[in-house]
């Protein structure tokens, strides 16, 4: 065992050097070349950055289209999701009432045309994005809120949809904020 | 067809096919034959070998291979506790975390050291840069790389001959790290960072945010290096504290493949290069199928329950046209939520882009089920040794069966391996078992506790899940546990380096055992362990064993949760 001792003390200093000095900085490197330099993307609105791309924030207000629930309050700096399990009576409850207030909010809404992902909270408590279906449902609401055509907004909700990757794998999805700024950009 | 089950048929094919050639390659590597990568690697490796002092013609028997391992790994300990324990002063710290407490050091520097990855602190708020990069990320590279070198020492041990000698430990091990792991974290990270992964030295940015008009601080940092390599090496320790889940670390539906198939891309390519490494094509072809058969027999009703729904949600009246959603993001949607579940778990991965806790109870069963097997493709390098017990069992029973000397690979199989497989196999069970009925014991005890964050059956699997992830080095979890505890950072630390080295020490002495035996050449009496028949009984031991030991417990916790919710 002694005879061992040095030989790794110096291999194991010497790929310390390689893997997490040189590998982080040629990473660092090449993100350089990526969108903003790796240093996350951001949309600005009137000079002011309004939010990442790819970071989901809150949206709650009728004029809106909502955002997923979030168990952190869309807090950027500690993700997190609910942990609940699908039988737990207390998770269950908060569900209904979610179910409930957002019939509440959207009285033209069926009960059974609420995707169940506008009443449960996303993995990470950031997740950007909801189904086209989940913007689709938000639209009697927000035409009588704003004053305009629901075919206005149906069109917005179209030019907004992400295509499965490559048309072909994965989900359908709306990236909220997106969909929300060229609401605003709408009058 | 449905674009989500298109998705996951194309991360499968996409990782068999990559993998095959991956195992051709990886065998050049470990026999020492010229690749495309030795004009760079060659020079580098002779100057480490030159430093280091170590001689890599100098081959080991399999007690020095263990020594050299046990010896390095204790070493590395030590410079994680250090890190950990200090990173709070230490430089690069932008975003001025702490240091952790020693309880939450000792599990973590296991934890990382083990390739378990088990993680009791949150990325965002419980690490600095220095430390999720020399010191995580680092581990992540060196803890894969010695399990990797560790199974080409059993690799070695099955040739045809009689010998001791079985290759030098450090040589596989740098090789493994430089040839394989290195250059393909390149490859990953690129694709990442090129698609929204953060790799920036700066701390937090922050913007406000557009309805509220408040501030939100936003988490970033050196992320693509790590995430790359987490995946790679079967680590699954994630640089943000909901993993793959957080949309800088799985930013979409593309990053989403290429991590996936990280998973279990170099598990499976190990399993093809014993093939090309011993020119035995056709027994890497039944362990392929035995792996795939267990995988998909987890997989397939796991898909199908994620995208059907709660059951529980179902009765409000609601549509689940996505599955069930909770802990999922609408970017990867439940069928590759579920596919990425099992994955990460029959491998030791153990990184998660949907919170395992709140899946449907059978899927969170078979979840368990992948690591309480943890041999269906399993760990790099150490998912194969674990899968090498269940053989010898297995060429045991069916040589008693049959009435054949039992034998495998031309070496006669006795009491002594046997012996070591049976409580290496037993081990597992043991470990999660009483870690479970010792920590139930504690809540009922003192029920306010406070661990879990559900009560009932779900409360139990949490708990369940937890010394599972430790036994199997998986490091995935039930995350509702409040598992920074005292208890839970000693308990499971002490599971996770158990778990870790004895099932790496019994395979290794059996195999060395068996390389110096004599060698028996086939005959027409010869027990063939390279047909589907065989296959067939290896998987069959398997299943039994796992059914034996775990259904009880499986029964306490998600199949209770099941029937109460239909």
């Known amino acids: 065992m002694k005879s061992q001792i040095l030989p790794a003390i110096k291999l194991t200093f010497l790929s310390l050097v390689l893997l997490a000095i040189v590998y982080p900085l040629i990473i660092l490197g090449i993100a350089q070349f990526a969108p903003n330099s790796g240093k996350v993307q951001f949309i600005e609105r009137n000079n002011k950055i309004i939010g990442a791309e790819n970071v989901g924030q809150k949206f709650d207000q009728d004029r809106y289209f909502y955002s997923r629930p979030s168990v952190v309050n869309y807090n950027a700096a500690s993700s997190g999701g609910s942990n609940k399990g699908p039988s737990n009576p207390d998770y269950l409850a908060t569900v209904q009432a979610r179910i409930d207030t957002f019939l509440v909010h959207n009285p033209t809404v069926a009960k059974a045309d609420i995707p169940s992902e506008l009443v449960t909270a996303s993995g990470s408590g950031l997740d950007p994005h909801i189904s086209p279906k989940g913007a689709l449902v938000q639209v009697d609401r927000i035409a009588k809120k704003r004053n305009i055509s629901n075919e206005k907004l149906i069109n917005l909700i179209k030019i907004n949809t992400e295509k499965p990757f490559l048309g072909l794998f994965g989900t359908e999805k709306i990236n909220v904020l997106k969909l929300n700024l060229a609401l605003d950009n709408l009058k | ?566």
């Open chain 2, 1 to 566: 067809m449905n674009t989500e089950i298109l998705g996951i048929i194309l991360m499968f094919t996409l990782t068999v096919l990559l993998a095959i050639p991956l195992g051709r390659y990886i065998a050049k590597v470990y026999s020492g034959e010229s690749t495309f990568l030795d004009p760079i690697f060659n020079p580098l490796e002779k100057h480490f070998f030159r430093i280091s002092g170590i001689n890599i013609r100098q081959e080991m028997t399999w007690k020095q291979h263990l020594i050299a391992l046990l010896t390095i790994n204790f070493l590395w300990f030590f410079w994680a506790m250090f890190i950990l324990m200090n990173q709070g002063w230490l430089p690069w710290n932008p975003d001025k975390n702490p240091s952790m407490s020693a309880d939450l050091a000792f599990n973590t520097a296991i934890s990382f050291v083990a390739n378990t990855n088990l993680q009791h602190y949150s990325g965002e708020t419980g690490m600095s840069y220095l430390g999720q990069i020399v010191c995580l990320t680092f581990f992540q590279f060196i803890s894969a790389g010695a399990g990797m070198a560790i199974c080409v020492v059993v690799f070695n041990a099955m040739k045809e001959r009689t010998s001791e000698k079985l290759g030098n430990f450090y040589n596989y091990f740098l090789k493994s790290c430089t040839r394989i792991l290195l250059p393909l974290s390149l490859i990953v990270a690129t694709i990442i960072v090129f698609n929204g992964t953060p790799m920036n030295i700066e701390g937090k940015a922050s913007f406000i945010s557009m309805q509220a008009g408040d501030t939100v601080q936003l988490s970033r940092g050196p992320a693509a290096a790590m995430v790359a390599i987490k995946q790679l090496g079967t680590n699954g320790g994630g640089f943000f504290g909901v993993n793959s889940a957080h949309p800088l670390e799985n930013p979409n539906y593309l990053t989403n493949i290429v991590e996936n198939v990280s998973i279990i891309l170099i598990p499976i390519a190990m399993v093809f290069a014993l093939g090309f490494y011993l020119k035995r094509k056709r027994l890497s072809l039944m362990i392929f199928g035995v792996m795939t058969l267990g995988f998909l027999l987890f997989l397939l009703p796991s898909v199908y329950l994620e995208m059907k729904g709660n059951t529980a949600i179902s009765s409000m009246g609601i549509s689940q046209q996505l599955g069930s959603m909770e802990g999922k993001e609408v970017r990867f949607g439940s069928a590759a939520s579920a596919y990425w579940g099992i994955t990460t778990t029959v491998t030791s991965n153990g990184s998660v882009n949907a919170m395992h806790d709140s899946f449907t109870p059978l899927t969170g069963m078979f979840a368990l089920l992948g690591m309480m097997v943890n041999a269906f493709y399993g760990g790099v390098g150490v998912g194969f040794l674990n899968f090498y017990i269940f053989i010898i069992i297995a060429v045991f029973i069916s040589g008693l069966m049959v009435g054949r000397t039992p034998e495998f690979m031309g070496k006669k199989i006795e009491a002594r391996e046997m012996k070591i497989a049976t409580i290496i196999a037993l081990l597992h069970p043991l470990l999660i078992l009483a870690g479970t009925a010792l920590s139930s014991y504690v809540f009922v005890v003192h029920p306010n506790i406070g661990w879990l964050n559900n009560p009932s059956f779900h409360g139990f699997s949490e708990m369940l899940y937890e010394y599972t992830s430790s036994a199997a080095n998986n490091g995935s979890g039930f995350e509702g546990l409040g598992d920074n505890t005292l208890w839970w950072n000693i308990t499971c630390g002490i599971i996770m380096i158990l778990s870790r080295f004895l099932p790496i020490i019994g395979p290794v002495a059996i195999a060395g055992i068996l390389a110096n035996k004599k060698y028996i050449p086939e005959s027409a009496g010869t027990l063939k362990t390279d047909t589907s028949t065989f296959g067939l009984m290896v998987f069959a031991v398997i299943m039994i064993l796992a059914a034996l030991s775990f259904f009880p417990a499986l029964t306490l916790g998600p199949i209770s949760e099941f029937f109460t919710i239909q």
